[in-house]
Structures are given as structure tokens and as C-alpha cells.
């Protein structure tokens, strides 16, 4: 069965650093979000993306934070200048509709900020 | 968007039935109702969902009320690996899927 993977499962970073955190979404999937979820708190959405362009963020999705399909099988989430407060860890989900069509998620990548 | 109301944890006994219930009285008719669970130290991963016909796949069955204001996720036989946290999650073509704080289940063996 076809799987959404994340790479790195593990990064470290120091406060202040650029870090992109990669994902490939199931290949014929459409829509793209990025999730997270501090230790210990419910999984938080991010972001959602479709047609190369983003469709809707949250609050937590702020200046510090861009995501991009720079081809056509990866879709990344940057984070600008790491904060401590930026642990957590990062899943990354694809469909292939909405609503109707479930959310396929990786296994995520832990970041921790030091 | 639709808030849903879960037990915080709920418990069951390995091999038995589970019925885990969620609420979502202010969801939309365009709403479908999706269920996820998080396994320990893993990604979330789709159970099931539906829009308004109870629904049947190889991992749960959904019961959906006829008003649609809550539904119920059964596992026919519960297993170890069964134990997660289970999100209920209205879904529509907005693409803001919220989780909430779900039902933790414990299987006891």
C-alpha cells in the first residue's frame, strides 16, 4: 500500500537555525497538510496546501513557517529561525479529495530545538 | 467547524467489543465523519468514515445516528494493538481538519 514518507525521522537543531523538514506524499494524492504535536498534546494543524498554493493555515502557521512542492513528488515545511518552543514532532498528511477522502499521514519527524 | 465531545479514556477487555461514542451536534450536512487513531510513538492513521449510512471496512465498523449529531466506532474484537487515542473528526471541503483530544483506549489483556 502506498505510504506518505518523512525524512528526516530525527533532527536536531539550535535555536535560530533554518531547518526543512521533507515529506513525500502518495503519488496521486492532491491535497498536502503539515501537523504537529508537542510531547504530551493533541496533533495541531499547520497547514494545507493544493494547486501549489497554500488553502488554509492556522494561527500556529505564522512568518517563521513556508512550505513548498519544489517538484513534483516532494513537499517540504521550512521553519526560518527555530525556536525552542519549535519541538515537536511534524507529520506530514496527503489526500487525494476533500472531505469525502481520508488522510494518509507519515510517521513524522521529530525536531527538537536546542 | 463542527466541535466534537469524546470520553478522555475508555477501557476494554482484549477480544472483546469496544464502542467508542462521539458527539458532534453543531456538524453540517456536508460534514463527513471521519475517525483517525495514534498509535504510541506513530503518525495518526485513518480508521474509517462516513456521511450518513453506518459504514463497514476490515478494521471497525461506524454506526452513524440518523440525526447525525454523534456517532459510535466499533471494534468487533478488540486486540493490544488496538490500544490508541481515537479522534472523531467532521470533515468537509474546507480543508481545516481539527483533532481534538479523542478517547485514549486501553485493551486489557
Known amino acids: 500500500e502506498p505510504e506518505v514518507t518523512q525524512t528526516p525521522s530525527h533532527q536536531v537543531t539550535q535555536m535560530g537555525q533554518e531547518v526543512i523538514l521533507r515529506c513525500v506524499p502518495i503519488s496521486n494524492h492532491l491535497y498536502f497538510y503539515w501537523y504537529r504535536q508537542i510531547l504530551g498534546q493533541k496533533v495541531e494543524f499547520l497547514v494545507s496546501f493544493y494547486n501549489n498554493e497554500i488553502s488554509e493555515k492556522s494561527e500556529i502557521f505564522d512568518d517563521q513557517f513556508s512550505v513548498e512542492r519544489p517538484d513534483g513528488s516532494n513537499f517540504t515545511l521550512k521553519i526560518r529561525s527555530t525556536k525552542l518552543e519549535d519541538s515537536a514532532m511534524y507529520f506530514c498528511a496527503s489526500s487525494l479529495g476533500r472531505g469525502s477522502s481520508p488522510l494518509h499521514f507519515g510517521n513524522g519527524t521529530r525536531l527538537t530545538v536546542t | 467547524d463542527a466541535k466534537t465531545t469524546q470520553p478522555n479514556s475508555m477501557e476494554s477487555n482484549e477480544e472483546e467489543p469496544v464502542h467508542l461514542p462521539c458527539n458532534h451536534s453543531?456538524?453540517?450536512?456536508?460534514?463527513?465523519i471521519h475517525w483517525y487513531r495514534q498509535l504510541p510513538s506513530q503518525g495518526p492513521e485513518y480508521v474509517i468514515h462516513g456521511l450518513t449510512s453506518n459504514v463497514n471496512n476490515r478494521m471497525a465498523s461506524l454506526a452513524i445516528a440518523e440525526d447525525r449529531k454523534s456517532s459510535t466506532l466499533i471494534l468487533h474484537r478488540a486486540t493490544l494493538r488496538d490500544a490508541a487515542v481515537y479522534y472523531c473528526?467532521?470533515?468537509?471541503?474546507?480543508?481545516?481538519?481539527?483533532f481534538g483530544t479523542g478517547t485514549s483506549l486501553t485493551v486489557i489483556p
Open positions: 453543531t456538524i453540517s450536512g456536508t460534514d463527513y
Open positions: 473528526i467532521p470533515m468537509n471541503t474546507g480543508n481545516q481538519f481539527y
